[in-house]
């Protein structure tokens, strides 16, 4: 080892002072001992110094701790230890001990009494100073005493997570929630470790992995709420994600995660949950939140066009037409680009013709409505209103050909009262009262018929649960004596999209509480859990869909109700006109009137398929690609 002139001299000095008395009183000690070995003293020097000054140290088993963490070679610790028995030992020429002879020849030597060995008393600071390194020492121990049992822990948990998770890949989710369950109680896990934050969250991939959703849902809520710095966060939200386009689930918790910042998180994460948080702000009616987040998206992201669409909504709700135009055409160019669901390309074209409707460019709607393909879902709807559109646009050859297709095999299942009404108006507007009279008739026949079946099914109903569930067995199994509904009443219950959410999400309740209490005896108090849980959300989903059901048979009645009062005033408008008819021929008949009033230009009975190329006449018979193309040849019998 090499040392400095300073060092070396200093040393010497130690040494030398240290032996030149042989005084009790200035034996070396530990610390002294420290201080050699930290100026560099060999080994040998720090030995003949314990030597010369003849100290005996008594070590504890902290104090060797001590000194081979401050680098005292071990040969001089073992030196130190030997001070003591080496003190004990007899010393040469002692005299015999009481009882032994002394030798022959010599005469006996009067005992010398050796001298006790004088330990220097240590300071009350140095000994404050001892107590706290052993109290260091100890809390040392500890801590890692601590950190290798966490970490043992932290090992038998990534374990347990690993089987459990390959457990629910495998389809098994009764055994892996069995894992996490035993694990969370044999190991006593307190809400709040991390150990029971892994297993709530492998209990919850379990179930989305068995298509549990409902069971699912709140478990994984329970997991966002622990934070972005937990290890699932990400994960757990797009279960999350994936479970609410199944089942309806929108808690209030959700609120929650607007508290949590999503630095560090890629674009794509925080693209998918700005657009979660605007849609679920959005079914709250908080459009204003709503917004913030579908400004957040970027124009990358496959939800960018669903939040520009959502937007264009709410600025039709608020009458800012303008911005809610651009934002719509604006949705259908992103989706486009980014090959988004086809769904929000027909909903931005259709909510465009509906504004152009309002605004009463009629032209603009029908070239809206006709980017809507028609193998859509709302085909029935878009035709619909299109019929009405070419009615308000006074084009009466595409308004009956609309109609016509309409009452087609295409458009079996839909139920529009007022269909047979806007005929009659049409032919009533061309001065064709015969057929507006046999449109009035058809209207009694298809449509009125049953207004009474449907009031008595209303008035039967004593709770939204009621009109759930009588609705449900009429369509299925109606119960005998029971209020039936009519297969055309129910058609636009079953096509109303929020109906059919709830409807699917109560028989996603049913599925699962079959399913959990068909696996009661190993998933045990778990399963008692879940079923308590299930059957509120379906006694919930029950009450939602009876109201909605409630909702919408109320408005049909009304709209059939609306549609019998303008049966009667075309009736009166016919019956007016019939005597104005009566009257123009009394008058012609007697000379009065004009020769060339009388004559009439009759129309056929016939449509226009595709253009002038084919004429077909209206025999109901239907092609899906010419559907869109009937027009009809009818010209007015009005005089001018």
């Known amino acids: 080892m090499k040392r400095t002139l ?4 200093l040393a010497t000095m130690i040494v030398a002072g240290l032996a030149v008395s042989a005084s009790p009183a200035l034996a070396i ?9 930290k100026l560099g003293i060999p080994e040998a020097d720090i030995i003949k110094s314990i030597d010369k000054d003849h100290t005996v140290f008594d070590l504890k088993i902290q104090d060797i701790l001590e000194l081979k963490k401050a680098g005292v070679p071990d040969g001089v610790i073992k030196y130190m230890l030997a001070t003591a028995q080496k003190a004990a030992a007899p010393q040469p020429g002692a005299a015999p001990a009481a009882g032994q002879p002394a030798v022959a020849g ?3 030597v009067a005992p010398t009494p050796a001298p006790a060995p004088v330990v220097r008393e240590k300071t009350p600071e140095e000994l404050r100073a001892a107590e706290e390194r052993q109290r260091e020492e100890a809390r040392r121990l500890a801590e890692e005493a601590r950190k290798a049992d966490e970490a043992r822990k932290a090992a038998y948990a990534r374990g347990i997570l690993r089987r459990g998770l390959a457990l629910s890949d495998s389809g098994k989710w009764v055994e892996a929630v069995g894992v996490f369950q035993k694990f969370v109680q044999e190991g006593n896990f307190a809400p709040g470790t991390i150990e029971a934050y892994n297993a709530k ?3 919850a991939a379990a179930l989305t992995q068995a298509g549990l959703y409902q069971s699912a849902a709140k478990l994984l809520v329970e997991v966002l709420l622990e934070g972005p710095d937990k290890p699932f966060f990400r994960e757990a939200f797009g279960k999350l994600r994936t479970l609410r386009q199944e089942i309806i689930y929108n808690p209030p918790d959700l609120e929650e995660l607007t508290k949590f910042p999503l630095v560090g998180f890629s674009q794509q994460f925080q693209d998918e949950f700005n657009y979660v948080l605007g849609e679920f702000f959005y079914d709250f009616a908080n459009y ?3 917004l913030k987040h579908f400004e957040s998206v970027s124009e990358k992201s496959p939800d960018k066009a669903k939040a520009l669409y959502l937007t264009g909504l709410v600025q039709v709700r608020y009458k800012m037409y303008k911005s809610a135009v651009e934002n719509l055409q604006k949705s259908i160019n992103v989706a486009e680009t980014t090959k988004a669901d086809g769904a929000i390309i027909d909903l931005a074209f259709m909510a465009l013709a509906r504004i152009a409707y309002e605004s009463e460019n009629y032209d603009a709607a029908i070239f809206y409505y006709k980017k809507v393909p028609r193998d859509s879902i709302r085909a029935s709807t878009v035709f619909y209103e299109l ?15 609309a109609f016509h297709a309409l009452h087609s ?3 079996s299942q839909t139920f529009y009262p007022e269909l047979w009404i806007l005929e009659a108006r049409s032919y009533g507007d061309l001065c064709r009262y015969d057929r507006a009279e046999k449109a009035l008739k058809m209207f009694d026949q298809d449509v009125g018929v049953y207004f009474d079946p449907l009031k008595r099914f209303i008035n039967a109903q ?3 649960e009621d009109f759930y569930l009588n609705f449900v067995a009429s369509i299925n199994t109606p119960k005998p004596g029971a209020a039936r509904l009519p297969k055309e009443l129910a058609y636009p219950v079953l096509s109303n999209i929020e109906f059919y959410n709830l409807y699917r999400t109560i028989r996603q309740i049913e599925r699962e509480d079959k399913e959990i209490r068909g696996h009661a005896a190993p998933l045990g108090p778990f399963a008692q859990e879940m079923a308590v849980k299930l059957n509120i959300l379906k006694k919930d989903g029950l009450v939602r869909a009876g109201v909605k059901i409630q909702q919408i048979l109320t408005e049909l009645e009304a709209s059939i109700s609306e549609a019998q009062v303008q049966q009667t005033e075309i009736e009166v408008d016919i019956n007016q006109a019939s005597i104005n008819v009566m009257t123009d021929e009394i008058k012609t008949s007697v000379g009065e009137g004009d020769e060339a009033d009388s004559k009439k230009v009759r129309g056929g009975n016939i449509a226009i398929v595709g253009g002038d190329t084919e004429v077909w006449p209206f025999e109901g018979e239907y092609w899906g690609d010419e559907v869109p193309f009937y027009r009809s040849l009818l010209t007015s019998q009005c005089k001018e």
Do not use: C, H, I, N
């Open 462 to 464: 004593r709770q939204p």
């Open 409 to 411: 095999s295409f458009f």
């Open 6 to 9: 300073t060092q070396a001299l």
């Open 201 to 203: 969250y492998g209990m």
């Open 387 to 401: 019929a009405w559109t070419y009615l308000m646009k006074g084009d009466y050859s595409r308004a009956l050909g």
């Open 288 to 290: 204003q939140r709503a």
């Open 106 to 108: 010599k005469p006996a």
């Open 29 to 37: 000690s530990r610390d002294e001992v420290v201080t050699l070995v």
